[in-house]
């Protein structure tokens, strides 16, 4: 299995596809009323949405896929070895980058903080589970 940027593509594809769907659980059953209530979605809103599902849906996919490989190259480029350091290493991006920069949306466009709560929750949970995929499948059938 080649590898792209030093990534096995395949364990790329896997963690950013455990995020996506990991982003279904949270948002369309999980927290899907209060997520919405929160957003104060017009009803424009819901119909472009409605009407451009399946393009949403492929652009989320990218971008789970996107920041999977820039996790697993960033745990790769640190020497980041074992179970337990990448989990600590994905938290500490994820909060020092990730929740710090949602942050705003509660400080400047006075967001409601469950909203904050809610976006920053899944992705500190989404980092850690991409995190496990990729400490254990990164060596998965790629030979250095």
Same mark, same amino acid.
């Given at each position: 299995?080649?590898?792209?940027?030093? =990534?096995?593509?395949?364990?790329? +594809? /896997? !963690?950013?596809?455990?995020?996506?769907? @990991? %982003?279904? #659980?949270?948002?369309?059953?999980?927290?899907?009323?209060?997520?919405?209530?929160?957003?104060?979605?017009?009803?424009?809103?819901?119909?472009?949405?409605?009407?451009?599902?399946?393009? =949403?849906?492929?652009?989320?996919? +990218? /971008? !789970?896929?996107?920041?999977?490989?820039? @996790? %697993?190259? #960033?745990?790769?480029?640190?020497?980041?070895?074992?179970?337990?350091?990448?989990?600590?290493?994905?938290?500490?991006?994820?909060?020092?980058?990730?929740?710090?920069?949602?942050?705003?949306?509660?400080?400047?466009?006075?967001?409601?903080?469950?909203?904050?709560?809610?976006?920053?929750?899944?992705?500190?949970?989404?980092?850690?589970?991409?995190?496990?995929?990729?400490?254990?499948?990164?060596?998965?059938?790629?030979?250095?």
């Amino acid at each position: 299995m080649p590898r792209l940027f030093g =990534l096995n593509i395949i364990t790329t +594809l /896997i !963690a950013g596809f455990a995020l996506w769907m @990991l %982003g279904y #659980v949270w948002y369309g059953v999980i927290f899907t009323e209060s997520w919405e209530a929160l957003q104060n979605f017009t009803p424009e809103q819901y119909q472009y949405a409605e009407a451009n599902m399946g393009p =949403l849906m492929g652009m989320g996919f +990218l /971008i !789970a896929l996107i920041s999977s490989g820039f @996790l %697993g190259f #960033v745990l790769r480029k640190m020497g980041v070895e074992g179970l337990v350091d990448a989990i600590k290493m994905a938290l500490v991006l994820c909060f020092g980058f990730v929740v710090l920069t949602q942050l705003y949306g509660p400080v400047y466009a006075l967001a409601p903080m469950a909203l904050f709560y809610i976006d920053a929750s899944y992705q500190v949970v989404g980092f850690a589970i991409m995190a496990v995929i990729h400490s254990l499948l990164g060596n998965w059938m790629v030979k250095d």
